[in-house]
């Protein structure tokens, strides 16, 4: 009885998995890698999950510039989930740093790309 329950949970994990696409798909760990991306400045890093229409739009100054006003922040210690609107694929997070806060917010296409992603001062309300 034991083997059969583990061989249904594995099939579930497995099909789940299937389902959902791949890990980078996830929108929390995406607008991570994306956001720590931002603070270390990383071009390759913020625009590798960016739809082909999305990631032209990012400068080298405009990243500089949004990494410096991190950075003034101090360390960015991680985002915790806001808000989400799964049928329209959108999620909010909350950027936490050592001296205040930043609002992120991404939306996702049905590929699991990033078509538009945002990051301003301040918690989200």
Do not use: W
Request: glycine share 10%.
């Amino acid at each position: 009885m034991r083997h059969h329950i583990f061989a249904l949970v594995t099939a579930l994990v497995l099909g789940l998995a299937a389902c959902s696409g791949s890990a980078s798909t996830d929108p929390k760990s995406m607008a991570e890698s994306v956001t720590k991306a931002v603070y270390n400045d990383d071009m390759a890093g913020v625009t590798g999950n960016f739809s082909g229409s999305l990631a032209p739009q990012v400068t080298r100054a405009s990243l500089g510039e949004l990494s410096d006003q991190m950075h003034r922040l101090g360390n960015l210690q991680g985002l915790t989930e806001a808000m989400s609107d799964l049928p329209s694929r959108r999620y909010t997070y909350d950027a936490k740093f050592d001296n205040g806060d930043m609002t992120v917010m991404m939306r996702l296409d049905g590929n699991g790309k990033i078509i538009a992603y945002r990051i301003s001062p301040g918690a989200p309300h």
